[in-house]
Structures are given as C-alpha cells and as structure tokens.
C-alpha cells in the first residue's frame, strides 16, 4: 500500500502561482511513477502532469504545458507540482496518484491516489 496525502491547494488570484506537495508512505516510494490529475465540476477527470520513478523525465498536458512544472525528491518521499501563471480554467480538485513502473495519462492506470486538494483561481 501506498498512503499520498496532498497539500498546498487554495484561493489564488489569476496570474498567480501555488506549489502543490504529495506526500508518500508506505512502500517503496521510488517504485512509482508519480501523476497529477484534476477534476473541476461536471467534468472528467484530466491528466495534468506526471513525472518518472527516477524524475529524469516529465510530462504534461497542453493546457498547462509551461506554466506547470513537477517534480519528485524520492529521499523526501514527496512529489510537487508548481503552477505559475494560473488561469481560472485551472480551477479544480487536484489529485496525486502513484503507478507501478510507468506513468500513464490515464487515471484508471494507477494504483494509488490522494484525496485531492481545491484549487481556486479567481478572475
């Protein structure tokens, strides 16, 4: 089992900027590519970025392609995800979740997930 407990989520004026942190527990942390994903209301859930077991590679979804960046410190169990440059089109839950080997733009491929944490931009 992998335990992801996500934080950092929050009201932001748009153009501004927030770090989203997922902490891990339990197995092996560095087992698991790592994705992020988000859900805003009546919508599907969409991937958002992810990144490698080792962080040597990373991607991420148009819409936030140079405005989101992720990240992973395996000795601190914990992956990040800095959105800079908001949009109030960014405005949802965002949930980290952990995949054995690979990553994946599907959320139905992986194994572990987080709660979630909101984010709001407002215009």
């Known amino acids: 089992q992998v335990q992801l407990v996500e934080s950092g989520g929050g009201l932001v004026q748009a153009g501004g900027s927030l770090r989203l942190s997922c902490a891990a527990s339990g197995r092996t942390f560095n087992n698991y590519a790592m994705g992020w994903f988000r859900q805003a209301p009546g919508k599907e859930r969409e991937f958002v970025a992810a990144i490698t077991w080792s962080g040597g590679n990373t991607d991420y979804a148009d819409s936030v392609k140079g405005r989101f960046t992720i990240s992973r410190f395996n000795t601190r169990n914990t992956v990040y995800l800095q959105m800079n440059s908001l949009k109030p089109e960014d405005t949802a839950v965002y949930s980290c979740?952990?995949?054995?080997?690979?990553?994946?733009?599907?959320?139905?491929?992986?194994?572990?997930w987080g709660q979630g944490t909101q984010v709001t931009v407002s215009s």
């Open positions: 979740a952990a995949r054995l080997r690979g990553y994946s733009y599907t959320w139905r491929a992986y194994n572990y």
